[in-house]
C-alpha cells in the first residue's frame, strides 16, 4: 500500500472559500495512530498540517499536496465533574459538543469563538477569544492542562506551573509544535442560560470606542457592530452590545433556561424560510451597491428600534450568532471572503481604525461588516492579543479584485504596524512574509524557531501558513 | 510544473530554462512504462506542485514497422507506452481530479487512431484506444467539473518523425503545444493540430471500407 494513498485525497478550503489545495487527510481516532502517521510522513517526506473543523479564514489549516491530520474524531469526553467544572476531552470535542455536555449541570465555557464549531485543539492552536476577552481573556488562561504528541516521539504532559514554555508555546502555536491529545479546561459557573444584554447606538467610531473603554472591565461581554460603509462624521457609527451573565437568583426558573432545547436556534426564519436556505436570500444584497444599504437598515434600526434597549438573550444566540445562517459565508459568492483582521494597543488605536476605514471605501473595497472588541494582552508565545482594540474586516473577494485586494491589505498592514498592532494566524490570509517577525517581535519568533527545532526537529509539521510567514530567515 | 521523462540531462534542461524564466520546475525521471512506479510518483509530485491544475500525457512511441512486417514486440512497445502509460498515469489524475472538481486531462493521441491503414497496424490500434479511452473518461468526468482534451496531432517535427515514411503539414512543436494551451484554456474536448487535418480526417473517416483497404494510404 502506497503511501499516501491516493483515496485520502481531499480538495481543502479555508471557511471563507477564498483559498483551497489538495492534501491527503488521516482521520486518526487514536493517538498510536498519530505517532504512525508521523512515522509514515517523515519516511516519505511528507509534511503533516493539523487540522480541526476547518474554521480558520486563513491557510492555518491548509497543507497543499501534503498531509493534513484532521483532529476530529477523537472527540470524547474523558472525564467531567460537575462540582468543580473541570472537563477533559479529546482534542476534536467542539465547542458545541462542551457547552451542550456541561450546560444542565450550570457550566459555561469560559471563553467562546462566535460559532461554536470549531474544535478545542484548534480554539487552542489560535488561542482564540471571545466577546469577553477584556474581563476573561484567551482561552488558553482557562486551561488547567493538556496532553500532547510531539513530533520527536515525547508524549507530553503540560500545565502553566510545570512546563510554561510548551504551555504558552503549544497554545497559540497555531499547530506546528505538537498534537493536542487531551485537554482539560476548568469552565463558567452559570446560573442562568441567559444573558443580560444591554444594546445601544453609536454615531461614529470615536463615540463608540469611548463608550465601551469605561465598560471593559465593568460588564461580562462587550461587542461592538460597525457600519464600515459610512464615511464623514458618521464613519464607524454602529452598535454596541453589553451583556452580563445572571446572579444567582436572578433567574427565576434556572433548570428551564439551562437546557440544551432552550438555547437551541430556531430552524426556520419568521416561522417560514428554513435556515439552510437563508444565505442564498442573502446572496443578491452582498455587494458594494447592496451592502451599503443593508448597514443603513441595521444602523436605523439599532438607532430608532433598540437605542438602549436592555433585553434577556440566550448566551447560544447572542455568543454564536452567526451560527444563526448555516453558511453565511456562501452568501458572498463564488470567490468567498477574508477577514482582515487587526490588533491595534489603545493608544494608537482609534486614529488607526479610522484611517483604515476611511481608506477601505477610498479604495473602492468597502468591507461589509466590522466587529469591534476591546482586548488585553496575554503570556502566549505567539499571541495576537494587546491592551487595546481589534477590529475585524469582512472583505468579498471576486476573481477581479483578488489583486486590488490584496494590494488594500498590504496598505493596512503597513499602517496597522506604524500603529504597533499585531495580527492573528486564525484570519490572516494577506501579510506577506517580512511581517510576521515586525509584529511577533525577533525575540518570540526565536523562542519559537527554538521551541519548533525541539519538538519537531524534521519539521514535520507544516501548513501553508507556516511556509508562507514563519519558516523564512529571522 | 512537474517534468516527468526517461533522460533526466534534457528534463533539467527544459528546468532551467523554466527557472530562469521565473518558473517553478520538478523533474521526475521516469519510464512511463514502469506502470508500478505511478502509485508512488504521482502523489510526490502533487506534494511537490502544492495543486494540480493540467496533467498532459505526451508518452508514445511508434517505432518503424515495414509493409510485411509483423513484430509482436514492437507492437506490444507501442501498446505499452501509448495506452497503458497513459492508463497508469490518467487514472490517478482522473481520480484526484474528480475529487477536486476541477482540472484538466490532456492526452495526445493521433489523426492515425482515427483509421486502421496498411502502414502501422499497432501504431493505428494503439492511438484508438487512446481516444476512447480519452472520450470515456470525458463521459465520467464532465459531470463532475473536470475537462478532458483529446488531442489528434498530423505531423509534429519531434524525433519520433524519423520514423515516419511520408511527412507534410509538419508542424513545429511549438506550434502544437500553443494549439493545446489554447484548447485547454476554452475546455474543448477534441482538437486536431494543425486544424485542416479534421477536415481530411472526417472524409478519411468516411471512405468505405471496400475502397479504403485498396488504398496504399
Keep these: 500500500m502506497p503511501f499516501p494513498s491516493l483515496d485520502r485525497l481531499s480538495p481543502l478550503e ?46 492555518a489549516a491548509l ?33 458545541q459538543q462542551l457547552w451542550q455536555y456541561t450546560l444542565e449541570d450550570g457550566w459555561w465555557p469560559p471563553v467562546v469563538p462566535g460559532t461554536m464549531f470549531p474544535t478545542l485543539a484548534g480554539c487552542l492552536a489560535m488561542n482564540i477569544h471571545g466577546k469577553n476577552n477584556c474581563v476573561a481573556g484567551t482561552i488558553g488562561e482557562h486551561v488547567l492542562g493538556f496532553t500532547a504528541l510531539l513530533p520527536n516521539g515525547d508524549s507530553i504532559t503540560c500545565t502553566p506551573q510545570t512546563t510554561p514554555d510548551l504551555f504558552y508555546g503549544l497554545i497559540s502555536g497555531a499547530g506546528l509544535l505538537g498534537v493536542f491529545t487531551s485537554i482539560t479546561l476548568k469552565l463558567k459557573r452559570i446560573y442562568s442560560g441567559n444573558l443580560w444584554v444591554h444594546a445601544w447606538a453609536s454615531p461614529n467610531l470615536r463615540a463608540m470606542m469611548s463608550e465601551m473603554e469605561p465598560l471593559k472591565t465593568e460588564t461580562d461581554y462587550l461587542v461592538g457592530w460597525v457600519d464600515s460603509t459610512a464615511n464623514g462624521r458618521a464613519l464607524g457609527r454602529g452598535q454596541v452590545h453589553a451583556a452580563d451573565y445572571l446572579h444567582e437568583g436572578d433567574d427565576s426558573a434556572p433548570a428551564q433556561t439551562l ?30 451597491v447592496g451592502v451599503p444599504w443593508v448597514n443603513i437598515a441595521k444602523f436605523l434600526s439599532s438607532r430608532f428600534l433598540s437605542h438602549h434597549h436592555h433585553f434577556l438573550q440566550s448566551l447560544v444566540a447572542f455568543n454564536f450568532l452567526l451560527d444563526y445562517v448555516p453558511n453565511w459565508e456562501r452568501s458572498y459568492g463564488r ?6 483582521q487587526s490588533f491595534i494597543p489603545k493608544e494608537t488605536a482609534s486614529d488607526a481604525f479610522v484611517e483604515m476605514i476611511a481608506l477601505t471605501n477610498r479604495r473602492g473595497l468597502p468591507n461589509y461588516l466590522s466587529v469591534l472588541k476591546r482586548h488585553r494582552p496575554d503570556k502566549f508565545l505567539l499571541s495576537h492579543a494587546v491592551d487595546g482594540w481589534s477590529m475585524a474586516m469582512d472583505f468579498r473577494v471576486t476573481a477581479g479584485n ?42 518570540a519568533l526565536r523562542r519559537f524557531r527554538e521551541l519548533k527545532a525541539q519538538c519537531d526537529p524534521q519539521g514535520l509539521l507544516q501548513t501553508e501558513l507556516y511556509r508562507r510567514l514563519l519558516c523564512g530567515p529571522a | ?28 525521471p521516469h519510464d512511463a512504462t514502469q506502470f508500478a512506479n505511478v502509485p508512488t510518483l504521482f502523489p510526490t509530485i502533487l506534494r511537490d506542485l502544492g495543486r494540480l491544475d493540467v496533467i498532459v500525457y505526451a508518452a508514445g512511441v511508434m517505432p518503424a514497422v515495414d509493409l510485411s512486417e509483423f513484430n509482436f514486440e514492437k507492437d506490444k512497445a507501442m501498446m505499452d507506452a501509448n495506452v497503458l502509460g497513459a492508463m497508469a498515469w490518467l487514472g490517478p489524475a482522473a481520480m484526484a481530479f474528480e475529487r477536486m472538481g476541477r482540472g484538466s486531462i490532456v492526452g495526445i493521441s493521433s489523426v492515425a487512431g482515427d483509421r486502421g491503414r496498411i502502414l502501422n497496424p499497432a501504431y493505428n490500434a494503439s492511438k484508438a484506444a487512446l481516444s476512447t479511452y ?16 483529446t488531442v489528434k496531432p498530423g505531423f509534429v517535427d519531434t524525433d519520433m518523425l524519423q520514423g515516419a515514411k511520408r511527412a507534410f503539414w509538419v508542424i513545429s512543436p511549438e506550434q502544437a503545444a ?29 471512405i468505405p471500407s471496400f475502397i479504403f483497404r485498396r488504398m496504399s494510404f
Design chain 1, 14 to 59: 479555508n471557511f471563507g472559500h477564498s483559498m483551497g489545495s489538495p492534501a491527503f487527510v488521516y482521520r486518526p481516532t487514536r493517538a498510536e495512530q498519530i505517532a504512525e502517521l508521523f512515522e509514515s510522513a517523515s519516511r516519505c517526506g511528507y509534511t503533516i498540517g493539523l487540522r480541526g473543523s476547518g474554521r480558520s479564514y486563513s491557510d
Design chain 1, 63 to 95: 497543507n497543499g499536496g501534503h498531509i493534513v491530520l484532521d483532529i476530529r474524531r477523537m472527540n470524547r469526553v474523558l472525564e467531567w465533574n460537575p462540582d468543580t467544572g473541570v472537563i477533559k476531552v479529546e482534542p476534536g470535542v467542539t465547542i
Design chain 1, 259 to 288: 437546557r440544551v432545547d432552550y438555547q437551541t436556534l430556531p430552524d426556520t426564519f419568521f416561522g417560514l424560510v428554513p435556515k439552510s436556505s437563508l444565505w442564498q436570500f442573502m446572496r443578491p444584497f452582498m455587494n458594494n
Design chain 1, 335 to 340: 470567490g468567498g471572503l477574508i477577514q482582515y
Design chain 1, 402 to 443: 483578488r489583486a486590488k485586494l490584496q494590494a488594500l491589505c498590504d496598505e493596512l498592514s503597513e499602517m496597522v504596524l506604524q500603529a504597533g498592532g499585531r495580527f492573528y494566524f486564525a484570519k490572516d490570509g494577506t501579510l506577506r512574509p517580512e511581517m510576521a517577525v515586525l509584529f511577533l517581535g525577533v525575540e
Design chain 2, 1 to 28: 510544473m512537474a517534468l516527468v521523462a526517461r533522460r533526466a540531462e534534457l528534463l533539467n534542461q527544459i528546468a532551467d530554462e523554466i527557472k530562469s524564466n521565473g518558473g517553478r520546475a520538478h523533474v521526475y
Design chain 2, 134 to 149: 480519452l472520450e470515456a473518461l470525458r463521459n465520467r468526468l464532465t459531470r463532475r467539473g473536470v475537462h478532458v482534451l
Design chain 2, 178 to 206: 500553443a494549439d493545446i494551451f489554447r484548447a485547454v484554456k476554452s475546455r474543448k474536448p477534441t482538437i486536431y493540430t494543425p486544424a485542416r487535418w479534421g477536415v481530411v480526417m472526417m472524409i478519411v473517416q468516411h
